[in-house]
Nanobody
Framework: VQLQASGGGLVQTGGSLRLSCAAS????????MGWFRQAPGKQREFVAD???????DYGKSVKGRFIISRDDAKKMVYLQMNSLEPEDTAVYYC??????????????WGAGTQVTVSS
């Protein structure tokens, strides 16, 4: 099972980016999916998550600016990031709780994608 994140890049303050994360491998189902981020010198921070019923939760610093969504048919999770600020600069990681075709559910992390917001 793998998670592959994409969509990061360089954007100016006030701009938008859309991150995508695809789950692949021997997957029976994908449960909670979410995004975290880590800025240089800081701890990894919760950004947003979405459960299998589509219920979402957001970190305080991104609420009202970011939107998380998922496509279960494609086993993907998205993060639409609007009104970006330099403080949003970080490596963004996707996370998913995956039920494999064999074995127990486990949390998986993607490798991360860099988002840089210039002032």
């Amino acid at each position: 099972v793998q998670l592959q994140a994409s969509g990061g890049g360089l954007v100016q303050t006030g701009g938008s980016l859309r991150l995508s994360c695809a789950a692949s491998g021997s997957i029976f189902s994908v449960r909670d999916m979410g995004w975290f981020r880590q800025a240089p010198g800081k701890q990894r921070e919760f950004v947003a998550d979405i459960n299998i019923r589509g219920i979402t939760d957001y970190g305080k610093s991104v609420k009202g600016r970011f939107i998380i969504s998922r496509d279960d048919a494609k086993k993907m999770v998205y993060l639409q990031m609007n009104s970006l600020e330099p403080e949003d600069t970080a490596v963004y990681y996707c996370k998913a709780n995956i039920v494999p075709t064999r074995g127990l559910p486990m949390d998986h992390w993607g490798a991360g994608t860099q988002v840089t917001v210039s002032s």
